[in-house]
């Protein structure tokens, strides 16, 4: 028997929102293998009382191949409590379709009920891992839908599946607003005059360039929010009514720091406007705005400055906001300004290597690791939320099989210092062995890096969060008793964990520095 | 402030102890109180003290407990944590969370609520629980260390109705026993077996039931499930449309197995206060329904069987922890799986119905050499058989003039080694898994499953980009590939045979390598490398040969 594994496939998915507040979804699945069976034979649908969500009119039928219909018992639905904890409830119906095959059409429908009207504005997907032969969305008069990601959004969606670092926005979807009741230039003003009232205080001041400045936020102010000690902001401090008291106290929530920057820098002399990331410039509502920067005017165009985001090195904005569209709060107006990226010099990795090779085929010796601009940042966040043993189990699986004593770790607190971690490593088995000689290959790091995109079933091209670069340096001193007959850099190489199917998207994003890559050959001394 | 102090008094008894060097943190107190009413019924009353030591120990600030939302009773919990120095703050409610204790089950009552404190180093921990529990029958365990903390002071008291004799059995270490109190102390942090007391209750009364014997196991467990394997009128009338025309009992045996092992695995279990556990769907329903969990279909099996006068036993294992049935502790409650032995003209068939990848005959590796017990009366603990799996591989190479390697392997996998390949082509993960695993790029796979008769052949092309190494005038090759994670006891017979470009010419080979499990040996033959390396069925790791280079020159 040759196994050939037909896809299941939606038949109809079908979503109707009904104002106030209901959403009643449609599904007719065609399943077709043993395996369709044996994964969409349970259905699972979550809902949230907490936020008065409740699930009305549950149907759900097996339709075999003969056409037979055959409705899932009342008894056989199952309302589950998946997770309570104090007022908060997530709850689920599941339930097992009955009779399934090969063949077989699950259909099912139900009433989702918000009781404080529709969330909008509403994303509602419109790809699933499965295949959708005809999606319908009904909108009632009043609301609007926003189709994103597809061409023909209604009928033959291809599947989607997620895949890691795949580019934002893959999954077509339709959102659901209420018609802009306001324009890009009254917002603008909104956020103007408050950015501007928040400033109106005590003047606050102190010397250095922009980047000092922003420097000196990140640094002389605690960032509340990425306290350490309480990441859920219990027993937080109370507000700083102006830039003035967060400058006095000392600490401060990311806003709070933003506000003290634009002060900070306005009493420089510099023209500070307020600044956010807008999801959707062509959706002029409050919901399209994300994350809030402070513009100071350049002789061509702006800087962009964001020190309430702890740990970015001079430059650098967090990167979820490079390369996106930001609106500028001008009293003139609104201006879309597209934020810069950062390069592969800002958020480099050195790795550098000195080992002694063993006779028995080990090596031994001292690596140490240096990150800068986002690779760093991401460490010492990912730190915050570490004791010191978890960072050195972190440590020790990106080295699996290795010996790691001796570990160093310095610069995670400071915002703009690169990371760099020092520790001595014993790897056994290291070197090839025939019975005359040992080969010790140069890639060293390589070893322990594992692929990170099979390029088997990947179907989505790959996007790394940020632009960065790897530069390893490895040196090997030849054992006792042995000779190093030859070294010799080889060709290059590409990085382990580069996609091979997406070789322009990888060096557009990734430079490579060659140095030290060899192989070292060495023989015994007679 | 006084209700806490005499609440808390077990809390008092060890909270001065001295905690030993290198912990990260040191539980001073586990004790679980369980009295035992007339019925069966028991409260059992759970205590815990943790001291943290190292910030790396505070994940150790926290407790759970189980229990049955329908039949059973959360009736309290509640925990504490003292700081350094200071009192004890009891904490919110709000602050516990309540899951269901199977997340993967479609329905089950049993649910777990937990708390995980925030407790720096030097603070301690504790906590009380009490829960309700209906049994279906009188035995109780408790294991005097759960973690890898060590442990001040582990102490289980019993309270049992009068004139209940209480049979007493300990592993891993043997407690001081005063009455119906059992103690340990200064127990050492992760012992080589967790030390653990089984008791068992014989009752003065006949409405529950006594388990001195395994039989009495059997028994009690058949009678649960022997009326759910009745062949009704559908069930007949299902298992003869099956055999319809088959005229071996092989055949009929082969066909009704496959039916049911293509039912899927959903497991929705009702009335475990009353033993649900252990009681099977009625044959009829789960033919109904289409689904059902381990017992259910193994019970449809056997009524389906009996319906063409083949006879077959419920079998009661331990899919996961084939350690915990002991044969000197007669319970039901060591078993978490049943399967099927069927009698056939060949002999006993043990079967998985809910395996969905193993051919009839065959056991998973899990179930394999376990302990198991038939569901009939009179029987007792026995074994499982051992069956290894079998590879039977052979792999063709050429290497290029310019290093590059295209491959071909031609594979036949028996027993537990095609139930997992079967298993990765299943979830669609097989050539991604190979790809993975084996670092090639596979160009072409192509299966044959004789499934559900054994017998997989896989036939596989791939391509490796640049596999040879350079080193100045030599070059290194490792040209086998690694060996996938085998299955359990598997043989291994792998002949590769490779074609070298005329430039490449071998300067040097490994040496043989051979230990009482494995053996590999690489002969020079026409020019071309032959490879030979077999592993027999045994749990000795396998020796990585494939990190064996084989050193070329190219001729100019």
């Known amino acids: 028997m040759l196994l050939l594994l037909a896809l299941a496939e939606v038949l109809f998915w079908g979503t109707e929102i009904q104002l106030p507040g209901q959403l009643t979804h449609t599904v007719r699945l065609q399943l077709n293998t043993p395996a369709d069976v044996a994964r969409y034979g349970v259905v699972t649908v979550p809902y949230s009382p907490t936020r008065g969500q409740t699930l009305l009119g549950l149907r759900a039928a097996t339709v075999l191949p003969n056409g037979h219909r055959l409705p899932v018992p009342a008894e056989a639905i199952f309302d589950t409590a998946v997770v309570k904890r104090g007022d908060h409830e997530q709850r689920t119906l599941s339930w097992a379709f009955s009779a399934l095959e090969p063949g077989a059409v699950v259909e099912y429908e139900y009433t989702e009920c918000h009781a404080d009207g529709l969330p909008l504005p509403l994303r509602l997907p419109l790809q699933r891992e499965l295949p959708v032969r005809s999606r319908e969305v009904t909108v009632p008069a009043g609301l609007l ?65 922009l980047e000092t400045l922003a420097e000196l936020c990140r640094t002389r102010i605690q960032n509340v929010l990425y306290r350490t000690d309480n990441l859920t902001l219990r027993g937080a401090p109370e507000p700083n009514p102006t830039p003035a008291d967060t400058w006095r106290r000392g600490y401060g929530t990311p806003h709070e720091i933003n506000l003290l920057f634009a002060a900070l820098a306005r ?22 705005l994300q994350s809030e920067l402070i513009a100071v005017r350049q002789p061509h165009g702006y800087a962009f400055f964001n020190p309430g985001v702890p740990y970015l090195s001079a430059g650098l904005l967090d990167f979820d906001e490079e390369g996106r569209t930001a609106l500028v709060a001008t009293p003139a107006g609104p201006e879309f300004v597209t934020l810069p990226r950062s390069s592969t010099c800002q958020n480099r990795t050195e790795r550098t290597a000195h080992l002694l090779a063993q006779p028995d085929g080990s090596v031994h010796g001292a690596i140490t690791l240096t990150y800068s601009g986002h690779a760093a940042a991401l460490r010492k966040r990912r730190a915050e939320r570490q004791s010191p043993a978890e960072r050195l189990a972190a440590l020790r699986q990106e080295f699996p099989g290795a010996l790691i004593e001796n570990v160093e770790i310095e610069n995670l607190a400071l915002p703009a210092a690169p990371v760099r971690i020092r520790f001595q490593v014993t790897v056994s088995d290291y070197a090839d062995r025939s019975p005359r000689r040992l080969f010790f290959p140069g890639r060293f790091f390589a070893r322990f890096a594992s692929t990170r995109y099979p390029a088997a079933g990947r179907t989505q091209p790959v996007e790394f969060p940020f632009a960065f670069s790897v530069h390893d340096t490895v040196t090997l001193v030849a054992p006792s008793g042995h000779q190093r007959v030859f070294h010799r850099g080889l060709e290059q190489e590409r990085l382990r964990y580069s996609p091979a199917e997406f070789p322009e998207l990888y060096q557009k994003w990734v430079t490579f520095e060659d140095a030290g890559r060899e192989v070292f050959l060495m023989e015994r001394l007679p | 402030m006084l209700a806490l102090l005499l609440l808390t008094s077990w809390f008092q008894e060890v909270a001065s102890a001295a905690s030993p060097m290198g912990a990260d943190a040191h539980v001073l107190l586990r004790e679980e109180s369980v009295i035992m009413d007339q019925t069966g019924r028991q409260t059992i009353t759970t205590r815990g003290v943790v001291r943290i030591l190292t910030p790396a120990g505070a994940h150790h600030a926290r407790a759970g407990v189980a229990y049955d939302s329908a039949a059973g009773q959360l009736l309290e919990f509640r925990a504490w944590v003292q700081a350094p120095g200071g009192e004890a703050d009891e904490i919110d409610p709000q602050e516990f969370v309540d899951r269901p204790l199977a997340p993967a089950e479609l329905h089950s009552p049993l649910r777990q609520r937990q708390i995980e404190a925030n407790a720096p180093p030097g603070s301690v921990f504790f906590y009380q629980s009490t829960v309700v529990a209906p049994a279906a029958f009188p035995q109780v365990e408790f294991e005097f260390q759960e973690s890898e903390l060590p442990v001040h002071l582990s102490r289980f008291r019993l309270s049992a109705p009068a004139g209940w004799e209480v049979q007493a059995i300990s592993f891993g270490s043997s407690p001081h026993r005063a009455g119906n109190t059992w103690e340990l102390r200064q127990l050492p942090a992760r012992p080589a077996q967790l030390p653990r007391l089984a008791l068992t209750l014989l009752p003065n009364q006949p409405a529950l039931p006594r388990f001195a ?16 394997a009745q062949p009704t009128p559908p069930v007949i009338a299902q298992a003869e449309s099956l055999t319809a025309g088959l005229t071996t009992p092989q055949q009929r045996i082969q066909a009704l197995a496959a039916y049911v092992q293509g039912l899927r695995y959903v497991a929705i279990n009702q009335n475990l206060g009353q033993g649900g556990g252990f009681t099977p769907a009625p044959a009829a329903t789960v033919l109904s329904r289409g689904y059902g969990d381990c017992k259910d279909k193994a019970t449809l099996l056997r009524a389906l069987l009996r319906a063409v006068n083949i006879n077959s036993w419920l079998v009661a294992t331990n899919s996961s922890d084939r350690a915990r049935v002991r044969p000197e502790w007669p319970s039901p409650r060591v078993f978490n799986h049943a399967i099927i032995a069927i009698e056939a003209p060949s002999g006993l068939l043990y079967f998985d119905p809910s395996d969905p990848h193993h051919a009839l005959g065959g056991l998973p590796p899990a179930l394999q050499g376990a302990p198991a017990l038939f569901l009939r009366s009179g029987a007792s603990l026995a074994m499982t ?21 295209s491959g071909k392997i031609l594979e036949t996998a028996h027993g537990s080694a095609a139930a997992a390949t079967r298993a990765l082509v299943a979830a669609e993960m097989y050539d991604s898994y190979l790809s993975s695993r084996l670092g090639i790029q596979v160009t072409q796979l192509k299966i044959q499953d004789s499934f559900p008769e054994d017998g997989l052949h896989m036939y596989v092309e791939y391509e490796q980009a640049a596999p040879v190494a350079t080193a100045g005038p030599l070059h290194v090759w490792k040209p086998l590939l690694p060996w996938l994670e085998l299955p359990g006891p598997v043989a291994v017979n792998e002949t590769v045979t490779i074609e070298l470009h005329p430039r490449w010419i071998v300067e040097e080979m490994p040496e043989p390598v051979q230990s009482a499990s494995f053996s590999g040996a690489w002969f020079l033959e026409d020019g071309k490398l032959i490879i030979n390396r077999q592993l027999r069925p045994s749990s000795a790791g396998v020796i990585p040969v494939e990190r064996l280079p084989i050193v070329l020159r190219q001729e100019r």
């Open chain 2, 213 to 228: 014997t395994w039989s009495d196991v059997a028994g009690w467990l058949a009678t649960r499930s022997d009326a759910a």
């Open chain 2, 385 to 405: 058989p051992e069956q290894a799996g079998a590879i039977e591989r052979q792999i063709t190479l050429r290497l290029e003039h310019d290093g590059r390697v």
């Open chain 1, 145 to 209: 839908a926003h189709y994103r990601n597809c061409q023909n959004c209604r009928t033959h969606l291809p599947a989607y599946r997620e895949e890691p670092d795949a580019p934002a926005g893959g999954l077509a979807i339709v959102e659901i607003t209420l018609p802009p009741e306001t324009t890009w230039s009254a917002l603008a003003a909104e956020l103007a005059a408050r950015f501007e009232a928040e400033l109106a205080s005590a003047p606050v001041a102190a010397p250095g360039d």
């Open chain 1, 267 to 288: 009493a420089a002399g510099h023209q500070v406007f307020y600044a956010q990331v807008v999801n959707r410039p062509d959706l002029p509502d409050p919901s399209q």
